[in-house]
């Protein structure tokens, strides 16, 4: 009898030193994950390359504006980075369209570009190739209102 009091007496100790463990793990993990938080940043950085010639570029694009590479017209939704305590981890979700020889347009690609792995979805093209390279707070080019209101 003293012996299965003590067996329970243990594997109560081990469910509460498995809880304690449990409940420290989500304080920890979600203290961190509040330093960890998203910038929402208004400028998506991209290169691409044109297989033809070889070239590589590299271009800026605001959120929610759209601008051409040969015939791919790239419209970044949304780009986050982390702060620099973080590792770094950029990504944004893009909608690449191409637009056709009967100059027709069509979507080629909608989802999420990450910088740090740029071949994971980069937007692959028989002549184009599109990737992200990073996201910043502002661009030397002005800003999309700014241009129309200078016209």
């Known amino acids: 009898m003293v012996v299965s009091h003590q067996r329970t007496e243990t594997r109560g100790r081990l469910a509460a030193t498995a809880l304690f463990a449990v409940a420290g793990c989500v304080f920890l993990c979600t203290a961190g994950a509040t330093k960890a938080a998203r910038i ?3 400028v998506a950085v991209f290169s691409g390359i ?8 590299t ?5 929610g504006e759209t601008v051409q590479f ?12 982390r702060d620099d305590t973080e590792a770094p981890k950029t990504d944004t979700f893009v909608e690449v369209d ?7 347009i069509r979507r080629i690609f909608t989802g999420w570009m990450f910088a740090d792995s740029p071949g ?10 599109v990737w ?13 209102d700014a241009a129309a209101s200078q016209q």
């Open 40 to 42: 929402d940043n208004p």
């Open 50 to 57: 044109d297989k033809i010639t070889g070239r590589i570029t």
């Open 59 to 63: 271009f800026d694009v605001y959120i």
């Open 70 to 81: 040969g015939a791919l017209q790239v419209t970044p939704r949304v780009c986050y980075s």
């Open 98 to 104: 191409e637009i056709t020889l009967d100059r027709k």
């Open 120 to 129: 994971l979805n980069a937007v692959e093209h028989p002549v184009y190739d």
């Open 132 to 144: 992200l390279t990073s996201c910043k707070a502002k661009s030397d080019l002005p800003p999309p």
